[in-house]
Protein backbone atom coordinates (compact mmCIF):
# COMPACT_ATOMS: atom_id res chain seq x y z
CA UNK A 1 0.00 0.00 0.00
CA UNK A 2 1.21 3.29 -1.06
CA UNK A 3 0.70 6.26 1.09
CA UNK A 4 1.51 10.19 0.96
CA UNK A 5 1.64 11.95 4.27
CA UNK A 6 0.91 15.07 3.80
CA UNK A 7 1.28 18.07 6.52
CA UNK A 8 2.53 21.06 7.24
CA UNK A 9 4.57 20.77 10.45
CA UNK A 10 6.71 17.50 10.95
CA UNK A 11 9.35 17.14 13.71
CA UNK A 12 11.97 17.65 13.20
CA UNK A 13 11.91 19.93 10.46
CA UNK A 14 9.45 22.36 12.53
CA UNK A 15 6.64 22.33 14.48
CA UNK A 16 4.27 24.78 16.58
CA UNK A 17 1.99 21.75 18.15
CA UNK A 18 1.10 18.46 18.37
CA UNK A 19 0.43 17.94 15.21
CA UNK A 20 4.46 18.02 14.35
CA UNK A 21 5.00 15.54 16.31
CA UNK A 22 2.31 12.84 15.11
CA UNK A 23 3.54 13.61 11.58
CA UNK A 24 6.74 12.15 12.27
CA UNK A 25 5.65 9.15 14.95
CA UNK A 26 2.65 8.20 12.98
CA UNK A 27 4.53 7.66 9.57
CA UNK A 28 7.31 5.44 11.01
CA UNK A 29 4.59 3.25 12.95
CA UNK A 30 3.09 2.83 9.54
CA UNK A 31 6.48 1.53 7.83
CA UNK A 32 6.76 -1.13 10.53
CA UNK A 33 3.21 -2.30 9.22
CA UNK A 34 4.52 -2.33 5.95
CA UNK A 35 2.99 1.03 4.17
CA UNK A 36 4.71 2.41 1.77
CA UNK A 37 5.06 5.87 3.59
CA UNK A 38 5.98 9.00 2.16
CA UNK A 39 6.35 12.17 3.77
CA UNK A 40 5.56 15.62 2.07
CA UNK A 41 6.03 19.01 4.03
CA UNK A 42 7.05 22.63 3.27
CA UNK A 43 10.95 23.58 3.65
CA UNK A 44 10.53 26.44 6.09
CA UNK A 45 13.23 29.25 6.70
CA UNK A 46 13.91 28.26 10.14
CA UNK A 47 14.65 24.78 10.82
CA UNK A 48 13.80 23.24 14.29
CA UNK A 49 16.82 21.07 14.10
CA UNK A 50 19.83 23.38 13.13
CA UNK A 51 21.90 20.08 11.91
CA UNK A 52 19.59 18.48 9.54
CA UNK A 53 20.89 17.15 6.41
CA UNK A 54 18.94 17.52 3.09
CA UNK A 55 19.19 16.72 -0.58
CA UNK A 56 18.17 18.37 -3.59
CA UNK A 57 16.21 16.29 -6.29
CA UNK A 58 18.19 17.51 -9.05
CA UNK A 59 16.81 17.47 -12.59
CA UNK A 60 13.03 17.53 -11.82
CA UNK A 61 11.01 17.67 -15.22
CA UNK A 62 9.47 20.78 -14.13
CA UNK A 63 9.73 23.07 -11.21
CA UNK A 64 7.22 25.17 -12.44
CA UNK A 65 3.64 25.01 -10.30
CA UNK A 66 0.57 27.12 -11.79
CA UNK A 67 -1.40 29.83 -9.10
CA UNK A 68 -3.65 31.95 -10.33
CA UNK A 69 -2.29 32.15 -14.07
CA UNK A 70 1.12 32.95 -12.97
CA UNK A 71 3.74 30.09 -12.73
CA UNK A 72 5.88 29.84 -9.09
CA UNK A 73 8.91 28.09 -9.04
CA UNK A 74 9.10 25.23 -6.65
CA UNK A 75 12.36 22.84 -5.91
CA UNK A 76 11.90 19.84 -3.84
CA UNK A 77 14.49 18.07 -1.13
CA UNK A 78 14.84 15.11 0.34
CA UNK A 79 15.57 13.53 3.85
CA UNK A 80 14.74 11.00 6.07
CA UNK A 81 12.88 10.91 9.40
CA UNK A 82 15.58 10.29 12.36
CA UNK A 83 15.99 6.65 13.45
CA UNK A 84 14.07 5.16 10.31
CA UNK A 85 14.31 5.31 6.31
CA UNK A 86 10.83 6.95 6.13
CA UNK A 87 11.23 9.18 2.93
CA UNK A 88 10.62 13.34 3.74
CA UNK A 89 9.93 15.23 0.60
CA UNK A 90 10.69 19.08 1.40
CA UNK A 91 9.29 21.52 -0.99
CA UNK A 92 11.31 24.84 -1.65
CA UNK A 93 10.24 28.13 -2.30
CA UNK A 94 11.80 30.75 -0.49
CA UNK A 95 9.12 33.99 -1.10
CA UNK A 96 6.35 31.95 0.51
CA UNK A 97 8.18 29.62 3.03
CA UNK A 98 10.94 31.77 3.62
CA UNK A 99 9.17 33.50 6.13
CA UNK A 100 9.90 33.87 10.19
CA UNK A 101 7.41 32.08 11.14
CA UNK A 102 5.32 28.79 10.02
CA UNK A 103 2.00 30.69 10.29
CA UNK A 104 1.52 34.08 9.40
CA UNK A 105 -1.20 36.87 9.23
CA UNK A 106 0.11 37.51 5.86
CA UNK A 107 -2.77 38.67 3.13
CA UNK A 108 -1.18 35.29 1.14
CA UNK A 109 -1.27 32.99 3.69
CA UNK A 110 -3.63 31.03 2.16
CA UNK A 111 -2.01 31.16 -1.01
CA UNK A 112 1.39 29.79 0.49
CA UNK A 113 -0.74 26.17 1.40
CA UNK A 114 -2.44 26.33 -1.93
CA UNK A 115 1.16 26.51 -3.61
CA UNK A 116 2.11 23.74 -0.86
CA UNK A 117 -0.78 21.37 -1.79
CA UNK A 118 0.09 21.97 -5.10
CA UNK A 119 3.71 21.18 -5.50
CA UNK A 120 2.86 18.15 -3.55
CA UNK A 121 0.77 16.76 -6.37
CA UNK A 122 3.03 17.63 -8.71
CA UNK A 123 5.40 15.46 -7.37
CA UNK A 124 3.58 12.94 -7.36
CA UNK A 125 2.28 12.86 -10.82
CA UNK A 126 5.80 13.71 -12.63
CA UNK A 127 7.51 11.01 -10.55
CA UNK A 128 4.41 8.48 -11.26
CA UNK A 129 4.29 7.75 -7.68
CA UNK A 130 0.65 7.41 -7.62
CA UNK A 131 -0.51 6.36 -3.98
CA UNK A 132 -3.48 4.53 -3.18
CA UNK A 133 -4.15 6.88 -0.45
CA UNK A 134 -3.41 10.25 0.15
CA UNK A 135 -3.66 11.14 4.06
CA UNK A 136 -3.77 14.97 4.73
CA UNK A 137 -4.00 17.00 7.96
CA UNK A 138 -5.59 20.05 8.93
CA UNK A 139 -6.70 22.71 6.88
CA UNK A 140 -3.57 23.38 5.59
CA UNK A 141 -3.72 20.52 3.27
CA UNK A 142 -7.56 20.09 3.10
CA UNK A 143 -7.53 21.36 -0.72
CA UNK A 144 -5.63 18.33 -2.10
CA UNK A 145 -9.34 15.94 -1.99
CA UNK A 146 -11.15 18.21 -4.28
CA UNK A 147 -8.01 18.39 -6.70
CA UNK A 148 -7.57 14.77 -6.93
CA UNK A 149 -11.28 14.33 -7.34
CA UNK A 150 -11.71 17.20 -9.76
CA UNK A 151 -8.44 18.15 -11.12
CA UNK A 152 -5.78 15.86 -11.42
CA UNK A 153 -7.54 12.78 -13.08
CA UNK A 154 -4.40 10.81 -12.80
CA UNK A 155 -5.20 10.48 -9.09
CA UNK A 156 -8.98 9.26 -10.00
CA UNK A 157 -7.81 5.94 -7.87
CA UNK A 158 -6.53 6.99 -5.26
CA UNK A 159 -8.65 7.83 -1.95
CA UNK A 160 -8.15 10.46 0.45
CA UNK A 161 -8.19 10.71 4.47
CA UNK A 162 -8.73 14.06 6.20
CA UNK A 163 -7.51 13.83 9.66
CA UNK A 164 -9.02 16.94 12.17
CA UNK A 165 -6.00 17.96 14.79
CA UNK A 166 -8.10 20.85 15.58
CA UNK A 167 -11.25 21.69 14.15
CA UNK A 168 -10.89 25.70 15.42
CA UNK A 169 -8.20 26.33 12.69
CA UNK A 170 -10.13 26.37 9.05
CA UNK A 171 -8.07 28.30 7.26
CA UNK A 172 -10.85 31.12 6.12
CA UNK A 173 -10.25 33.77 3.34
CA UNK A 174 -12.10 35.84 1.74
CA UNK A 175 -13.76 34.77 -1.68
CA UNK A 176 -11.45 36.61 -4.31
CA UNK A 177 -8.77 33.10 -3.07
CA UNK A 178 -10.91 31.23 -5.06
CA UNK A 179 -9.40 31.46 -9.05
CA UNK A 180 -5.74 31.40 -6.66
CA UNK A 181 -7.12 28.48 -5.09
CA UNK A 182 -8.62 27.17 -8.38
CA UNK A 183 -11.48 26.64 -7.25
CA UNK A 184 -14.92 26.18 -9.44
CA UNK A 185 -17.31 29.02 -8.69
CA UNK A 186 -20.24 26.94 -8.55
CA UNK A 187 -19.12 25.27 -5.20
CA UNK A 188 -19.56 28.88 -3.59
CA UNK A 189 -22.84 29.02 -2.52
CA UNK A 190 -25.04 29.42 0.38
CA UNK A 191 -24.36 26.36 2.56
CA UNK A 192 -22.23 25.23 -0.27
CA UNK A 193 -18.44 23.43 0.01
CA UNK A 194 -16.54 26.19 -0.34
CA UNK A 195 -18.57 28.84 1.07
CA UNK A 196 -18.44 29.82 4.86
CA UNK A 197 -20.29 32.65 5.83
CA UNK A 198 -19.50 34.85 2.41
CA UNK A 199 -16.05 33.52 2.94
CA UNK A 200 -13.70 30.82 1.62
CA UNK A 201 -13.27 27.72 3.75
CA UNK A 202 -10.28 24.81 3.32
CA UNK A 203 -11.25 22.94 6.05
CA UNK A 204 -15.11 22.85 5.05
CA UNK A 205 -13.49 21.94 1.57
CA UNK A 206 -11.35 19.04 3.05
CA UNK A 207 -14.49 17.68 4.95
CA UNK A 208 -16.97 17.76 1.83
CA UNK A 209 -14.80 16.02 -0.67
CA UNK A 210 -12.63 13.21 1.51
CA UNK A 211 -13.29 9.84 1.76
CA UNK A 212 -12.78 9.28 4.97
CA UNK A 213 -12.59 11.58 7.96
CA UNK A 214 -10.60 11.52 11.56
CA UNK A 215 -10.24 13.19 14.28
CA UNK A 216 -7.02 12.21 17.42
CA UNK A 217 -9.54 10.79 19.65
CA UNK A 218 -12.67 9.34 20.29
CA UNK A 219 -14.27 11.66 22.45
CA UNK A 220 -13.55 14.77 19.98
CA UNK A 221 -15.02 12.81 17.29
CA UNK A 222 -18.28 13.20 18.62
CA UNK A 223 -17.87 16.34 20.11
CA UNK A 224 -17.04 18.24 17.07
CA UNK A 225 -20.65 17.27 15.57
CA UNK A 226 -22.05 19.56 18.93
CA UNK A 227 -22.53 23.28 18.70
CA UNK A 228 -20.08 23.75 21.42
CA UNK A 229 -17.50 22.60 20.19
CA UNK A 230 -17.95 22.10 15.82
CA UNK A 231 -16.68 25.53 15.66
CA UNK A 232 -19.62 26.41 13.23
CA UNK A 233 -18.06 23.26 11.19
CA UNK A 234 -21.03 20.80 13.34
CA UNK A 235 -23.62 20.55 10.36
CA UNK A 236 -21.38 19.29 7.48
CA UNK A 237 -19.37 17.03 10.01
CA UNK A 238 -23.16 15.54 11.00
CA UNK A 239 -23.67 15.31 7.05
CA UNK A 240 -20.25 13.06 6.56
CA UNK A 241 -20.74 11.34 10.71
CA UNK A 242 -20.73 7.83 8.76
CA UNK A 243 -17.46 8.43 7.46
CA UNK A 244 -15.87 10.20 10.88
CA UNK A 245 -13.66 8.43 13.21
CA UNK A 246 -11.64 8.89 16.12
CA UNK A 247 -8.34 7.42 16.51
CA UNK A 248 -6.46 8.36 19.52
CA UNK A 249 -2.97 9.47 19.28
CA UNK A 250 0.02 7.53 20.10
CA UNK A 251 3.53 9.17 21.29
CA UNK A 252 7.16 8.89 20.15
CA UNK A 253 8.71 6.54 23.34
CA UNK A 254 12.12 6.89 22.16
CA UNK A 255 11.52 10.90 22.64
CA UNK A 256 9.39 10.78 25.92
CA UNK A 257 10.35 8.38 28.01
CA UNK A 258 12.09 9.18 31.61
CA UNK A 259 13.95 5.74 31.11
CA UNK A 260 16.16 7.23 28.00
CA UNK A 261 15.45 10.92 27.46
CA UNK A 262 19.14 12.28 27.11
CA UNK A 263 17.38 16.50 27.75
CA UNK A 264 16.62 15.27 31.57
CA UNK A 265 18.82 15.52 34.57
CA UNK A 266 18.84 12.23 35.57
CA UNK A 267 17.10 8.71 33.74
CA UNK A 268 14.47 7.42 36.14
CA UNK A 269 11.86 4.44 35.40
CA UNK A 270 9.45 2.91 37.44
CA UNK A 271 11.53 1.05 40.05
CA UNK A 272 13.63 4.15 40.31
CA UNK A 273 11.33 6.64 41.08
CA UNK A 274 13.54 8.05 44.04
CA UNK A 275 15.43 9.77 40.89
CA UNK A 276 12.64 11.76 39.66
CA UNK A 277 13.66 14.50 42.92
CA UNK A 278 17.14 14.65 41.45
CA UNK A 279 15.28 16.28 37.96
CA UNK A 280 12.95 18.52 40.47
CA UNK A 281 16.42 19.57 42.28
CA UNK A 282 17.89 20.41 38.91
CA UNK A 283 14.96 22.03 37.40
CA UNK A 284 14.62 23.80 40.85
CA UNK A 285 18.59 25.17 40.13
CA UNK A 286 18.06 25.75 36.08
CA UNK A 287 14.94 27.84 36.64
CA UNK A 288 16.12 29.79 39.76
CA UNK A 289 13.52 28.42 41.87
CA UNK A 290 13.90 27.13 45.87
CA UNK A 291 13.73 23.81 46.17
CA UNK A 292 11.43 22.78 48.25
CA UNK A 293 11.15 19.45 49.62
CA UNK A 294 7.62 19.00 50.70
CA UNK A 295 5.95 21.37 47.93
CA UNK A 296 4.65 19.69 45.21
CA UNK A 297 6.11 21.11 41.73
CA UNK A 298 3.08 22.27 39.20
CA UNK A 299 4.01 22.80 35.53
CA UNK A 300 2.15 23.70 32.72
CA UNK A 301 2.99 23.80 29.09
CA UNK A 302 1.43 24.98 26.27
CA UNK A 303 1.02 27.43 23.34
CA UNK A 304 -0.77 30.25 25.18
CA UNK A 305 -4.47 30.36 23.05
CA UNK A 306 -7.78 30.15 24.60
CA UNK A 307 -8.23 26.74 23.59
CA UNK A 308 -5.39 25.41 26.95
CA UNK A 309 -7.65 27.21 29.49
CA UNK A 310 -5.11 30.29 29.84
CA UNK A 311 -8.16 32.24 31.09
CA UNK A 312 -9.13 29.60 34.05
CA UNK A 313 -5.56 29.27 34.82
CA UNK A 314 -4.87 32.59 35.01
CA UNK A 315 -7.97 33.66 37.28
CA UNK A 316 -6.78 31.20 39.87
CA UNK A 317 -3.29 31.50 39.95
CA UNK A 318 -3.90 33.71 43.27
CA UNK A 319 -5.64 30.93 45.09
CA UNK A 320 -3.33 28.62 43.73
CA UNK A 321 -0.46 30.45 45.05
CA UNK A 322 -1.24 30.50 48.35
CA UNK A 323 -0.98 26.70 48.31
CA UNK A 324 2.19 24.89 50.01
CA UNK A 325 3.11 24.25 46.05
CA UNK A 326 5.66 25.49 43.47
CA UNK A 327 4.30 26.37 39.94
CA UNK A 328 6.48 26.50 36.48
CA UNK A 329 4.71 27.85 33.67
CA UNK A 330 6.61 27.36 29.97
CA UNK A 331 4.35 29.05 27.13
CA UNK A 332 4.47 31.28 24.51
CA UNK A 333 1.28 32.63 22.48
CA UNK A 334 -0.99 35.83 22.70
CA UNK A 335 0.27 38.88 24.27
CA UNK A 336 -2.24 39.35 26.35
CA UNK A 337 -1.57 35.95 28.06
CA UNK A 338 2.26 36.57 27.83
CA UNK A 339 1.67 39.96 29.71
CA UNK A 340 -0.72 38.69 32.33
CA UNK A 341 1.37 35.37 33.57
CA UNK A 342 4.73 37.28 33.11
CA UNK A 343 3.03 39.91 35.48
CA UNK A 344 2.21 37.06 38.45
CA UNK A 345 5.88 35.64 37.98
CA UNK A 346 7.17 39.01 38.96
CA UNK A 347 4.49 39.27 41.68
CA UNK A 348 4.54 35.84 43.14
CA UNK A 349 8.73 35.29 42.18
CA UNK A 350 9.36 32.71 45.59
CA UNK A 351 6.57 30.70 44.09
CA UNK A 352 5.92 30.65 40.61
CA UNK A 353 8.19 30.84 37.57
CA UNK A 354 7.06 32.04 34.15
CA UNK A 355 8.99 31.62 30.91
CA UNK A 356 8.07 32.88 27.63
CA UNK A 357 9.27 31.31 24.57
CA UNK A 358 9.57 27.61 23.20
CA UNK A 359 12.10 25.54 24.69
CA UNK A 360 11.87 21.30 23.89
CA UNK A 361 14.38 20.85 26.10
CA UNK A 362 13.43 22.87 28.91
CA UNK A 363 9.57 21.19 28.13
CA UNK A 364 10.87 17.58 28.82
CA UNK A 365 12.35 18.93 32.11
CA UNK A 366 9.68 20.25 33.19
CA UNK A 367 8.26 17.38 32.15
CA UNK A 368 10.40 15.10 34.63
CA UNK A 369 10.76 17.36 37.23
CA UNK A 370 7.07 18.33 37.82
CA UNK A 371 4.89 16.26 40.10
CA UNK A 372 1.77 17.77 38.88
CA UNK A 373 0.89 18.66 35.18
CA UNK A 374 -1.78 21.12 34.59
CA UNK A 375 -4.16 21.07 31.30
CA UNK A 376 -7.41 22.65 31.68
CA UNK A 377 -8.28 23.02 27.80
CA UNK A 378 -11.96 24.59 26.74
CA UNK A 379 -11.23 21.69 24.25
CA UNK A 380 -8.53 19.46 23.33
CA UNK A 381 -8.80 17.46 20.21
CA UNK A 382 -5.82 15.10 22.12
CA UNK A 383 -3.36 16.84 23.73
CA UNK A 384 -0.05 15.01 24.46
CA UNK A 385 1.55 16.57 27.40
CA UNK A 386 -0.79 14.88 29.66
CA UNK A 387 -0.30 11.50 27.91
CA UNK A 388 4.16 12.66 28.22
CA UNK A 389 3.07 13.27 31.62
CA UNK A 390 1.31 9.67 32.96
CA UNK A 391 4.81 8.40 31.74
CA UNK A 392 7.05 10.69 33.77
CA UNK A 393 5.20 9.84 36.83
CA UNK A 394 3.63 13.58 36.50
CA UNK A 395 0.29 13.31 37.52
CA UNK A 396 -2.07 15.35 35.57
CA UNK A 397 -4.61 17.47 36.57
CA UNK A 398 -7.39 17.63 33.42
CA UNK A 399 -10.37 19.04 32.49
CA UNK A 400 -12.23 15.74 31.53
CA UNK A 401 -12.68 16.58 27.63
CA UNK A 402 -11.56 15.22 24.03
CA UNK A 403 -8.39 13.11 24.18
CA UNK A 404 -8.10 14.31 27.29
CA UNK A 405 -10.61 12.52 28.85
CA UNK A 406 -9.77 9.34 26.91
CA UNK A 407 -6.59 8.90 28.15
CA UNK A 408 -6.18 10.20 32.24
CA UNK A 409 -8.27 7.68 34.46
CA UNK A 410 -9.48 9.93 37.46
CA UNK A 411 -8.98 9.45 41.11
CA UNK A 412 -12.28 10.62 43.36
CA UNK A 413 -10.04 9.56 46.48
CA UNK A 414 -13.52 7.55 47.93
CA UNK A 415 -13.21 4.57 47.05
CA UNK A 416 -10.28 2.00 46.72
CA UNK A 417 -11.45 0.93 44.11
CA UNK A 418 -10.76 4.39 42.07
CA UNK A 419 -7.10 3.53 43.51
CA UNK A 420 -6.80 0.79 41.19
CA UNK A 421 -6.39 2.29 37.65
CA UNK A 422 -6.36 6.03 38.54
CA UNK A 423 -3.24 8.02 37.00
CA UNK A 424 -4.43 11.55 37.43
CA UNK A 425 -7.36 14.31 38.31
CA UNK A 426 -9.96 15.22 36.01
CA UNK A 427 -13.21 17.98 36.51
CA UNK A 428 -15.97 18.00 34.16
CA UNK A 429 -17.10 21.87 33.42
CA UNK A 430 -15.07 24.64 32.45
CA UNK A 431 -14.98 26.37 35.31
CA UNK A 432 -12.69 28.24 37.81
CA UNK A 433 -14.47 26.82 40.73
CA UNK A 434 -13.95 23.03 39.54
CA UNK A 435 -10.52 23.90 38.24
CA UNK A 436 -9.37 25.19 41.57
CA UNK A 437 -10.88 22.54 43.87
CA UNK A 438 -8.98 19.89 41.90
CA UNK A 439 -5.62 21.07 42.00
CA UNK A 440 -6.02 21.50 45.60
CA UNK A 441 -7.59 17.97 45.92
CA UNK A 442 -3.85 16.96 43.75
CA UNK A 443 -2.00 18.97 46.40
CA UNK A 444 -3.51 17.32 49.52
CA UNK A 445 -3.36 14.25 47.68
CA UNK A 446 0.05 14.68 46.93
CA UNK A 447 0.61 14.30 50.73
CA UNK A 448 -0.20 10.69 51.32
CA UNK A 449 2.84 8.97 49.80
CA UNK A 450 1.66 5.73 49.54
CA UNK A 451 -1.53 7.12 47.09
CA UNK A 452 0.42 8.87 45.34
CA UNK A 453 3.20 6.62 44.40
CA UNK A 454 0.38 4.09 43.23
CA UNK A 455 -1.01 6.92 40.76
CA UNK A 456 2.60 7.50 39.53
CA UNK A 457 3.07 3.72 38.92
CA UNK A 458 -0.40 3.10 37.26
CA UNK A 459 0.37 6.35 34.81
CA UNK A 460 3.75 4.82 33.99
CA UNK A 461 3.06 1.62 33.78
CA UNK A 462 0.34 2.62 30.82
CA UNK A 463 1.38 2.49 26.87
CA UNK A 464 0.29 5.10 24.23
CA UNK A 465 3.01 3.62 21.68
CA UNK A 466 2.13 3.87 17.99
CA UNK A 467 1.95 0.37 17.74
CA UNK A 468 -2.31 0.05 18.20
CA UNK A 469 -3.43 3.46 16.79
CA UNK A 470 -0.87 3.07 13.89
CA UNK A 471 -2.80 -0.43 13.16
CA UNK A 472 -6.00 1.33 13.25
CA UNK A 473 -5.32 4.00 10.51
CA UNK A 474 -4.17 0.94 8.48
CA UNK A 475 -7.53 -0.52 8.59
CA UNK A 476 -9.14 3.30 7.77
CA UNK A 477 -6.94 3.28 4.73
CA UNK A 478 -8.11 -0.43 4.16
CA UNK A 479 -11.71 1.02 4.32
CA UNK A 480 -11.16 4.48 2.43
CA UNK A 481 -9.31 2.45 -0.82
CA UNK A 482 -11.59 -0.08 -0.91
CA UNK A 483 -14.64 2.20 -0.95
CA UNK A 484 -12.69 4.48 -3.48
CA UNK A 485 -12.69 1.30 -6.12
CA UNK A 486 -16.29 0.31 -5.21
CA UNK A 487 -17.94 3.16 -6.98
P1 LIG B 1 -1.28 21.41 20.68
O1 LIG B 1 -0.85 20.68 19.48
O2 LIG B 1 -2.71 21.79 20.67
O3 LIG B 1 -0.41 22.57 21.01
P2 LIG B 1 -0.48 18.99 22.14
O4 LIG B 1 -0.58 18.68 23.59
O5 LIG B 1 -0.96 18.00 21.18
O6 LIG B 1 -1.17 20.42 21.95
O7 LIG B 1 1.04 19.20 21.75
C1 LIG B 1 1.82 20.23 22.23
C2 LIG B 1 3.26 19.90 21.95
O8 LIG B 1 3.99 21.11 21.86
C3 LIG B 1 3.91 19.09 23.05
O9 LIG B 1 4.92 18.27 22.50
C4 LIG B 1 4.51 20.20 23.94
O10 LIG B 1 5.60 19.75 24.71
C5 LIG B 1 4.93 21.20 22.92
N1 LIG B 1 4.94 22.58 23.40
C6 LIG B 1 3.91 23.44 23.50
N2 LIG B 1 4.32 24.64 23.94
C7 LIG B 1 5.65 24.55 24.11
C8 LIG B 1 6.66 25.47 24.54
N3 LIG B 1 6.37 26.72 24.89
N4 LIG B 1 7.93 25.02 24.59
C9 LIG B 1 8.23 23.75 24.25
N5 LIG B 1 7.33 22.84 23.84
C10 LIG B 1 6.05 23.24 23.77
C1 LIG C 1 -3.80 19.72 17.72
C2 LIG C 1 -4.63 19.60 18.98
C3 LIG C 1 -4.05 18.67 20.01
C4 LIG C 1 -3.55 17.39 19.36
C5 LIG C 1 -2.58 17.72 18.24
C6 LIG C 1 -2.03 16.48 17.54
O1 LIG C 1 -2.83 20.68 17.81
O2 LIG C 1 -4.86 20.87 19.56
O3 LIG C 1 -5.02 18.35 20.98
O4 LIG C 1 -2.91 16.57 20.32
O5 LIG C 1 -3.24 18.49 17.28
O6 LIG C 1 -3.04 15.71 16.96
Known amino acids: MKVAF ?3 EVVPFS ?16 KTLDVEVKVFTPKYGKFLDKNLKLKIIKNFPSTEILINGNTKNVKYFSSTLPH ?20 TTDPDEGERFIFFQKAVLEFLKQTDWIPDLIHLNDWQTALIPYYIKEKYPVF ?34 PTGPAEYYGNFNFLKMGIFFSDVINTVSPTYAKEILTEEFGAGLEGILNERKNDLVGILNGVDYKEWDPASDPLIFENYNSTSLELKT ?14 RKTFPLVGFISRLTEQKGIDLLIEILPELLKLK ?40 KIEAGADIFL ?35 PYNGNDSNSLRNADGFAFDDYSATQ ?39 KELYEKAIRQKREV
Open 325 to 364: ACFVILGAGEKKYEEQLLEFGKRYSSKLKVIIGYDNTLAH
Open 375 to 409: MPSRFEPCGLNQIYSLKYGTAPVVRATGGLRDTVI
Open 84 to 103: SNVEVILIENEFYFGRDNIY
Open 278 to 291: ENKIGLCKEIKMRY
Open 156 to 189: RSSASLLTLHNVAYQGIFPPDILPVADVDEKLFF
Open 6 to 8: VSS
Open 435 to 473: FLKTVQFAVSTYKQKGVWKKLQLNGMSRDFSWDVSAAKY
Open 15 to 30: KTGGMADVSAALPKAL
